[in-house]
């Protein structure tokens, strides 16, 4: 999910929502909740065939705008499984595991593809993290932001890798740690 909140922005977020649907259609998404009360807009669009099930593709997109011109949040959430996170029958235990890699990349891709557009029609001087959608003013903000994630990258690897060998030399030897999962 991506959320931001906009102040001092000189646009009605009833025309956000008007935005965000139109793309939404023209991806070929089928709006199935359109809800708009105090301030408030409720945004649901659905689309489901097999080759989505099975693959693992963006299936439900969810987006809330709440607040009043000048002073409004955005929040987009897109994803296969959909706020119960329920398995379909036909997809069957085997192809959950693929079907969850693959909408994560595929949401997240979805996702930011359709922040940007939502972002450029608010205020298109603002810069994008493409990892985790966070805006910013400047270009050098943009940067060392992008310098945090690199470092917490090489940290995460690191220790990824350790644990890594350690759990297989425990699962090798037959045994588990407390708290491991597998």
């Known amino acids: 999910m991506i959320k931001h909140g906009f102040v001092e922005k000189d646009i009605e977020p009833s025309a ?3 935005h965000i649907k ?8 089928k709006i199935t909740s359109d809800e708009t009360r105090d301030a408030l807009w409720e945004i649901h669009a659905k689309k489901s065939d097999r080759e989505r099930i099975v693959l693992g593709k963006v299936r439900d997109v969810d987006v809330v705008i709440a607040g009043a011109q000048g002073k409004f949040e955005v929040q987009l959430h897109a994803g ?5 996170m329920a398995i379909p029958a036909i997809e069957g235990v085997a192809t959950f595991g693929i079907a969850t890699a693959a909408e994560l990349h595929s949401g997240h ?3 930011m593809r359709i922040w940007e557009q939502i972002v450029k ?6 810069k994008i993290c ?3 959608g966070l805006l910013f003013k400047t270009d050098d903000d943009l940067n060392k932001h992008m310098q945090e994630h690199q470092a ?8 990824m890798g350790m644990m890594g060998m350690m759990g297989m030399g425990m699962l090798g030897m037959g045994m588990m740690m407390p708290g491991m999962w597998i």
């Open 152 to 159: 917490q990258n090489s940290g995460s690897m690191m220790g």
């Open 121 to 126: 029609q608010i205020d298109p001087t603002l």
């Open 80 to 84: 296969i499984w959909g706020r119960d």
């Open 16 to 18: 956000v929502a008007d």
């Open 109 to 111: 891709e979805f996702e």
């Open 22 to 29: 139109e793309l939404l259609v023209n991806e070929n998404f």
């Open 130 to 132: 493409k990892l985790d």
